[in-house]
């Protein structure tokens, strides 16, 4: 254990170099010490774990006294990982596991939210563990460039009348700082639903944009053709299970936690 990591950080940010764990990171900045947990090290600070074995993470999170875990995006088996990362955190004596879920986990159309909700209980059962879990409804972020105007076609594989209760990353990260610098004593036990401020479609979203945009319904298997191509087959398979969700029942969420949370109404 080299001499930075066994003085420790205050917070550790598992999946930093992602999205949302960037999000968790800036908006920690100021308030603690904050170590950016990551894949593959490409600045200085960041810690490199290996999540599919758990190498690296033992280091990776001594001394902390809190652990924010965000897995991949729809990984084949998130609550493997989740497990290895909650080994290390009791072995480190960490104090406090906050877990990236999401709104309505147990779905069992959508196989990657059981995998959450299986994580949720892995978490809850574990012992000596104190935890929180934030269930994000899904991003207004999906759709920056057509709100910030530099997009003016959107292709959806689901219908774009299903109603979602948008919530800013910003104001998910800004409440996953709240609960991280605040603590156990506040929000162990807690589960927080994070919904956005009003049910919308993405046509009315889309409405909204600063200049016109035209909105088209495309089949998931010519959606998965454009924007799939990286995927796994299972990555595939469980995002095309999301659309078809999405398509019937929308995915909404309450905001009455999350502006709690805030102190202010979301954005």
Known sequence: MTESLSRGAGIAVVGAAGKTGAAV??????????????????RTGDVAVDLETGVGLDEALSGCRAVYFIAPNVHPDEPALLQRVLTAAADAGVEHVVYHSVAWPYTPAMPHH??????????????GLRWTILQPCAYAENFASVLDGSATTVELPY??????????????AEVAARVLTEGPDIHHGATYELGG?????VRE????????????????????SRHG???????????????????????TAGNAVLESLLGRPPR
Not at 205 to 224: F, H, I, N, T, Y
């Open 205 to 224: 979203l889309c409405d909204r944009a600063a200049g016109p945009v035209s909105v088209k319904q495309v089949s998931v298997d010519e959606w998965m």
């Open 159 to 172: 219908s774009p009348d299903a109603t979602f209760s948008f919530v800013a990353l910003a104001d998910v």
């Open 229 to 251: 191509q990286s995927l796994t087959d299972d990555g595939r398979a469980r995002l095309s299970a999301m659309f078809e969700f999405y398509d019937r029942h929308g995915f």
């Open 25 to 42: 990171v800036a908006a920690l900045e100021g308030l603690a010490n904050v170590r950016r947990v990551v894949h593959t090290a490409r």
């Open 114 to 127: 059981v995998d959450k909700a299986r994580c949720e209980d892995e978490l809850r059962t574990f012992g």
């Open 197 to 201: 401020p009003e049910a919308l479609s």
